[in-house]
């Protein structure tokens, strides 16, 4: 069920993410902060962590109704994800955490949804999905810490978020869920 009430013309910005569960959002959040400071960056706020699986962009309210009937045909089994890597991407200065080994079901989840949503007719990024969190923004870094502890929750679900400028920054709104399957 969509949370959004938008015309069939407005369009709004959307992408389909997984939230990690509240242990492991404060975990990333204090994370983000100690390397913000290591990296003179703009660390993430807590509710803003996630990990995007899908970007689709700009779509308008008649689109928004396709892309959860597209959703809705997606089936995939839940699955265990364990954040190991600290990363620094230097041409757009983010530092991110994310797996040192993508699990399989992870990537037949994203698979899944790319391919329903690109025959269903949106046009989406042609690069290869690697999964991460991004953790800080601006960020300028010469070195990186290794992480001590990995971070790692269960993902049962998935989600479409709208990403919604404020006057206070951006905001992420739930649009709708889906529950992965049980294995």
Known sequence: MIKANISPEETIKVFFAVWPDAAAQE???????????????????LPLIHLTLVFVGNVTGQ???????????????NFHLTMDEI?????????????????????AL?????????QAGFSLEKRRYIPHITLVRKALCRNL??????????VN?????QSKQTDQGTVYLSLDRWPLEET
């Open 145 to 154: 810490p290794d992480l001590t502890a990995s971070i790692a929750w269960h």
């Open 87 to 107: 990363q620094y991407w230097q041409h757009n200065r983010i530092v991110h955490i994310g797996p040192s080994q993508c699990p399989a079901k992870l990537s």
């Open 27 to 45: 975990r990333l959040s204090k994370l983000a902060s100690q390397l913000a400071s290591l990296c003179r960056g703009r660390a993430i706020n």
């Open 110 to 118: 994203v698979n899944d949804l790319q391919n329903r949503l690109s």
């Open 63 to 77: 689109q928004l109704e396709t892309l959860c009937q597209v959703a809705n045909e997606v089936k995939q089994s």
């Open 157 to 161: 679900e998935w989600a479409l978020v």
